[in-house]
C-alpha cells in the first residue's frame, strides 16, 4: 500500500488535495502469492485517476483497505482484499468509465489504462466495480489471493 500511496504523493500535493488512508495495521504483516507489481500498478491508476478527477483544493482522495482469512473447499487459506480508492463528486465522466468497461475501440488513453488494469486485475481472480453516488464516488476493487504460510519461500509477498 505504501508503494502505491507513494506513486500519488507529489500529485496529491500540487493539486492541493488531502489523502486519507483508511489501511489497517494488520495488513503489513498478511502475506500472499501473488503478482505484486501488478497488483500495485492497477492500485496505483485507480488511485491516480480518483486524484485527476478530483478538482485542485477542493478535498480529498481516500485510500481504504479490508483484509479477511477465508478457507477455501481444498482447505487452503484465502486472503480476502478489497479494496476502495474515493474521491468527493461527480467523478470520472461516463465516456471514460464506459471504456474501462465496454472496450470501446475510440479508447481514451485513460479508459484504455483503466480497461487494462480491470483485464489485469480480473485474470488474477479479481473485480473491480465503479460507483457514483450522490457525493462521492470510488472504485471497489475486490480479490482472494492464497496465504503464504510463516517460514514458508514460496510466492511473492503482497
Not at 498478511?30 to 478530483?54: E, K, P, Y
Not at 476502495?84 to 461527480?90: F, I, Q, T, V, Y
Not at 465503479?130 to 511473492?156: A, D, N, W
Request: aromatic share 6%; proline share 5%.
Amino acid at each position: 500500500i505504501n508503494a502505491v500511496v507513494s506513486q500519488v504523493m507529489i500529485l496529491l500535493r500540487e493539486r492541493g488535495l488531502q489523502l486519507i488512508r483508511d489501511i489497517p495495521e494488520e495488513i503489513k504483516v498478511i502475506s500472499v502469492f501473488g503478482d505484486q507489481v501488478r497488483i500495485q500498478q492497477f492500485l496505483a491508476d485507480f488511485l491516480q485517476n480518483m486524484v485527476h478527477c478530483t478538482p485542485p483544493q477542493e478535498g480529498w482522495v481516500e485510500i481504504q483497505a479490508r483484509p479477511s482469512m477465508k478457507q477455501a473447499s481444498d482447505g487452503a487459506e484465502l486472503v480476502h482484499l478489497q479494496f476502495r480508492m474515493a474521491c468527493p463528486g461527480e467523478g470520472l465522466p461516463p465516456e471514460l468509465i464506459q471504456d474501462m468497461f465496454h472496450n470501446s475501440q475510440w479508447a481514451t488513453d485513460e479508459g484504455l489504462g483503466l480497461s487494462i488494469c480491470r483485464k489485469v486485475l480480473k485474470l488474477m481472480g479479481g473485480e473491480v466495480q465503479y460507483i457514483r453516488e450522490s457525493e462521492r464516488c470510488y472504485f471497489h476493487v475486490t480479490m482472494e489471493l492464497p496465504s503464504v504460510q510463516v517460514g514458508s519461500s514460496r510466492g511473492k509477498q503482497s
